[in-house]
Structures are given as structure tokens and as C-alpha cells.
T-cell receptor
Framework: ETGVTQTPRHLVMGMTNKKSLKCEQH?????MYWYKQSAKKPLELMFV???????ENNSVPSRFSPECPNSSHLFLHLHTLQPEDSALYLC???????????????FGPGTRLTVL | GQNIDQPTEMTATEGAIVQINCTYQ??????LFWYQQHAGEAPTFLSY??LDGLEEKGRFSSFLSRSKGYSYLLLKELQMKDSASYLC??????????WGAGTKLIIKP
């Protein structure tokens, strides 16, 4: 495997279900991100982990719960979601060494989530 | 608030040139990125500008004017495979990326 991988690619769940999204990066990066992408809207940053510590949490509802067990893996645990949470969830990673430096983000293919 | 504006959709002809504009208002500036995203795929990095001027990379060029809060992505010799969404993103003073909604580019033969 190379780059950033995400599983599953597609997920349909009911509002009472609990599911998890998985992201793995094979680039040796130290920062990982969860984004939400809805049709015709800007990418919304949800969570950032830098050196396995969560550094950003942009007022995301508690029904989304991130987990970063090591610098290569990132999970997004989902429970009691709402239909408006249906979207493409993208994971990304970067080498976030120096602040102010160029840190291109590499994206995974995303998980297309549908909440019924 | 912070805001990135880019056209929703553009159409161009194969072999032609197209310019996609992006204007931004952000709290601080630490660089501007352009990404390409084909339907159903991950965004992929195209270019990065932090100083004023033009950066050229093959058929793609990106321009930045910090004083005007303005950038454009220039695509030359358009090919059908260039049909995609083009995302503009600015890194703000907190080193967070602020994203535009993307410009869907349709290439016609």
C-alpha cells in the first residue's frame, strides 16, 4: 500500500448504528486530518492530530469521535448520526515540522457515508 | 470571517487555455494551495504560492497577488483529462487551511 488509504470506501448506516472509519498513511508523516466534504461546499476541517495529539477540534458534534493510536493510523468513530451528516469524509496527512513551512497535504480517496 | 471565493463552474474547449480565479479574505496568510479533484477521487496537490508572482509547472501555472488577495490557476493546452474540480485553499495565521468550494471545470471536445 502506498500513500493514504481509507476504509470502507462506501458506508450506509442507520441513525442508531455505530460504525468506524479507518485511515492509514504510509508516508511517514506526523500530522493527520479528518475533513468533511459536502456537495458544492468547501472542505470542512474536523480534527487534526499532530504527533498523535489532537491539536484542532473545530466544534464538531460529539457524535463524531476521533482516535489516533499512532502516527500512521486515524479513526473516526460514528454514533447516532443524522441524515445531514451524509457526505464524503476525507483523511489527509502531512509532514508538519516547522510552523510556516510548506506542508502539502496528501489525501485518501474518502469514505462516502450515507445516513438513513 | 474568513472567506475563499471561486467560480462554481467553468467550461472550456480541448486545446484551449482557461484561467480559474480565487479571491480570499483570511486572518493572516501563510501560503495558497491549488488542488485538483476528479469526481469520486482524492484531491491531489497542484501548486503552492507564498510570494507574489507566477509559478509555472508544465501546462499549469499559478499566480498570486497578496496585496489584492487574489490568485489564479492557468491551464494551457487543455486535455479531456483536465475535467475535474479545482480547489483553492489558503493557510491562515493559525496554519489552518481554509478551503474554497471548488470550481468544476468541464472540457468539451
Amino acid at each position: 500500500e502506498t500513500g493514504v488509504t481509507q476504509t470502507p470506501r462506501h458506508l450506509v448506516m442507520g441513525m442508531t448504528n455505530k460504525k468506524s472509519l479507518k485511515c492509514e498513511q504510509h508516508l511517514g508523516h506526523n500530522a493527520m486530518y479528518w475533513y468533511k466534504q459536502s456537495a458544492k461546499k468547501p472542505l470542512e476541517l474536523m480534527f487534526v492530530y499532530n504527533f498523535k495529539e489532537q491539536t484542532e477540534n473545530n466544534s464538531v458534534p460529539s457524535r463524531f469521535s476521533p482516535e489516533c493510536p499512532n502516527s500512521s493510523h486515524l479513526f473516526l468513530h460514528l454514533h447516532t448520526l443524522q441524515p445531514e451528516d451524509s457526505a464524503l469524509y476525507l483523511c489527509a496527512s502531512s509532514q508538519d515540522g516547522e510552523r510556516g513551512g510548506f506542508n502539502e497535504q496528501f489525501f485518501g480517496p474518502g469514505t462516502r457515508l450515507t445516513v438513513l | 470571517g474568513q472567506n475563499i471565493d471561486q467560480p462554481t463552474e467553468m467550461t472550456a474547449t480541448e486545446g484551449a487555455i482557461v484561467q480559474i480565479n480565487c479571491t480570499y479574505q483570511t486572518s493572516g496568510f501563510n501560503g495558497l494551495f491549488w488542488y485538483q479533484q476528479h469526481a469520486g477521487e482524492a484531491p491531489t496537490f497542484l501548486s503552492y504560492n507564498v510570494l507574489d508572482g507566477l509559478e509555472e509547472k508544465g501546462r499549469f501555472s499559478s499566480f498570486l497577488s497578496r496585496s489584492k488577495g487574489y490568485s489564479y490557476l492557468l491551464l494551457k493546452e487543455l486535455q479531456m483529462k483536465d475535467s475535474a474540480s479545482y480547489l483553492c485553499a489558503v493557510m491562515d495565521s493559525n496554519y489552518q487551511l481554509i478551503w474554497g468550494a471548488g470550481t468544476k471545470l468541464i472540457i468539451k471536445p
